[in-house]
């Protein structure tokens, strides 16, 4: 309905009665996400919105990322809200990864920085973009494997850290190859010598098992077993 031409009173504005909703779920994602520039987010936060996309929302606070004086860029619990827009699609173009990292305000030129590392082209594998995130968290190889394990898990927070191990295969084969000092032969012995220690019973309900087997998990691995083998 069209605005009158003259306002003479506040009743003639019509206020959505979603808005106080809409308003106070924003100033929640807010506080924790903790945007650097809160303007940007914003409008990336209220264009999801309005698309029906995943938001640019943290699951919860990172309390060291919201009391430091600068900029560090990527924190684990931003990559995950990356990985949570980003991963249905598996493949997605550099136009839309440069456009979901910008609306989480982080650093362009740490983006450019993983990109160039990976020879990513238009077209980018999402997991191995992912991985190379946990590389930045991490620094060293066994440390980004604990990063993934603790970011994709399905496990309640502090807990094992499952993940699919054929997930956990992917990752840490694309990691070894960019090490041009790691053998192929180091690469299979290691990932041969985790296969006995798969989990593949500890599920808590039957059901899940058989969800699994479903979707072609032949098996999880848990942060710390990997910590301890690599």
């Known amino acids: 309905m069209p605005l009158p031409d003259t306002m003479y009173c506040s009743q003639q504005i019509n ?3 979603e808005l106080p909703d809409i308003l106070k779920n924003f100033t929640k994602a807010a506080i924790r996400t903790q945007p650097k520039d809160l303007l ?10 309005s698309k029906g996309e995943c938001l640019p929302v943290k699951d919860r606070l990172e ?3 919201a009391t430091q004086r600068t900029d560090t860029g990527l924190t684990p619990g931003l990559l995950k809200t990356l990985h949570k ?9 550099k136009e839309e990864v440069q456009k979901k990292w910008k609306g989480l305000c982080l650093p362009v030129d740490q983006l450019e920085s993983l990109l160039s590392l990976g020879s990513f082209g238009s077209d980018i594998d999402w997991m191995e973009l992912f991985s190379l995130g946990c590389s930045a968290l991490g620094g060293t190889l066994v440390s980004s494997l604990k990063f993934a394990c603790e970011i994709l898990t399905e496990d309640e927070e502090g807990g094992a850290a499952r993940i699919p191990f054929d997930t ?9 190859h960019l090490d041009g000092d790691m053998p192929q ?5 290691f990932l041969s010598s985790l296969q006995p220690q798969v989990d593949t019973t500890n599920v808590a309900e039957p059901c899940e098992k058989d969800r699994r087997r479903e979707n072609g998990h032949k098996g999880s691995i848990s942060a710390f077993v990997s910590e301890a083998v690599v």
């Open 15 to 17: 206020i959505p009665p």
């Open 40 to 49: 940007v987010w914003s409008a990336a936060y209220f264009s999801a919105l």
């Open 63 to 65: 309390m060291n990322a």
């Open 85 to 93: 827009q980003l991963s249905p699609r598996k493949t997605c173009s």
């Open 168 to 176: 956990f295969v992917k990752l840490y084969t694309f990691l070894a």
């Open 185 to 189: 032969q180091h690469i299979d012995n």
